[in-house]
């Protein structure tokens, strides 16, 4: 059990570009989530996969946002068009098939839109 | 519907006790307890279920109240490491809604 891995760690991009996140979640972890985080604040819940299917996106996400979890492993996140309001910690966690279980949260990737 | 959590900040000495609560305006099946310390990500610390069925890998007691929709979190002979942004995650589904969390600073 090596843990949520997220890939890169720390992202800098210009305004108005696109980029791409990497989640590898837990083996054999059927859920997977993705949740944005700014200072002082609790993680925003972004959306939910049950393995490659995609069953709740948050309704304020911007059409932007973008995320993918083909054959039910790792999972990216796409922000298209990026702005500076989408400077945050990214977050990815995984959690078994079970409501009793809970999630294991990766180490996050952090993006900053200059 | 995110939870309300109360207090929003705490300040111990070590040593001392503090309680968090926890309301949700929906019927729970379970709820979470994470808590985050500065620059890291949210760790998993409890999760209690109807029933009164807990699971956790920490010593830190917590109780359910299914009728009232409320959960308390019992920090007791609080320690430095005990600091950090506590979050409960009430849940009557597969999705984990975090609320602004309640923020303890535990003091030498």
């Known amino acids: 059990d090596t843990g949520v891995s997220q890939d890169p760690r720390h992202k800098i991009t210009k305004r108005g570009q696109n980029v791409t996140f990497r989640c590898d979640p837990i083996?054999?972890?059927?859920?997977l989530y993705w949740y944005r985080q700014t200072l002082g604040q609790g993680p925003e819940f972004l959306t939910y996969f049950q393995n490659e299917a995609q069953l709740e996106k948050s309704r304020l996400l911007s059409d932007r946002f973008s995320a993918e979890r083909p054959k039910g492993s790792f999972s990216t996140l796409e922000i298209q068009r990026t702005e500076q309001g989408d400077s945050a910690m990214y977050l990815c966690?995984?959690?078994?098939?079970?409501?009793?279980?809970?999630?294991?949260f990766g180490p996050g990737t952090r993006l900053t839109v200059l | 519907q995110q939870p309300v959590q109360s207090p929003q900040a705490v300040i111990l000495r070590e040593g001392e006790d503090a309680v968090i609560n926890c309301s949700s305006s929906?019927?729970?099946?379970?709820v979470h307890w994470y808590r985050q310390k500065h620059g890291e990500a949210p760790v998993f610390l409890m999760i209690l279920l109807k029933g009164g069925e807990q699971k956790g890998h920490e010593k830190i007691s917590a109780s359910f109240n299914e009728k009232k929709q409320q959960s308390s979190l019992y920090l007791t002979a609080s320690q430095l490491s005990y600091s950090g942004t506590y979050f409960c995650?009430?849940?009557?589904?597969?999705?984990?809604?975090f609320g602004a969390g309640t923020t303890v600073t535990v003091r030498a």
């Open positions: 083996s054999e972890h059927n859920r």
């Open positions: 929906k019927a729970l099946y379970s």
């Open positions: 966690a995984s959690s078994p098939r079970s409501p009793d279980d809970w999630a294991y």
């Open positions: 995650v009430p849940t009557n589904d597969y999705k984990l809604s």
